[in-house]
C-alpha cells in the first residue's frame, strides 16, 4: 500500500492551500482516510479524518477552517486549509487503514507534505 500526500507550501497568515493524499495497492477497501499533522518538537496531532459511511470529524483548532473531503472511486483525500495561522505549520501526514481480501487489516502512513504559514 501506497500514500502519496501533495499540495504543502508557503503561504501568508490567512492564505489558504489544499493537500490532496493518493492510495493505492492490492486493497479491499479503504475503512478510514484521516489528516494528521507534526510541528518540530511536538506530538503528532489529529487534523481531521472521514470514516466510511460516517461524517467527516475534525480537530477543535482546525473547525471552521479545513474541510476534508474523499473520493471512494479514486481513493483519494483532499485537505482544504483556509484562513491559515501561523500555528498551522507542520509536515501534513495521510495516514489509512485499509482492509486486504483476506480481511486482514493495515494502518499506513505517508511521508507527509510541509505546510509552512509565515508572514
Known amino acids: 500500500v501506497e500514500l502519496v500526500e501533495s499540495g504543502g507550501g508557503v503561504v501568508h497568515p490567512g492564505g489558504s492551500l489544499r493537500l490532496s493524499c493518493a492510495a493505492s495497492g492490492n486493497f479491499d477497501d479503504i475503512i478510514q482516510m484521516s489528516w494528521y499533522r507534526q510541528a518540530p518538537g511536538k506530538e503528532r496531532e489529529f487534523v481531521a479524518d472521514i470514516v466510511s459511511g460516517d461524517a467527516a470529524r475534525y480537530a477543535d483548532s482546525v473547525m471552521g477552517r479545513f474541510t476534508v473531503s474523499r473520493n471512494y472511486t479514486k481513493n483519494t483525500s483532499l485537505l482544504q486549509m483556509n484562513s491559515l495561522e501561523p500555528a498551522d505549520t507542520a509536515a501534513y501526514l495521510c495516514?489509512?487503514?485499509?482492509?486486504?481480501?483476506?480481511?486482514?487489516?493495515?494502518?499506513?502512513w505517508g511521508r507527509g507534505t510541509q505546510v509552512t504559514v509565515s508572514s
Open positions: 495516514h489509512v487503514l485499509v482492509k486486504f481480501p483476506n480481511h486482514a487489516r493495515q494502518n499506513v
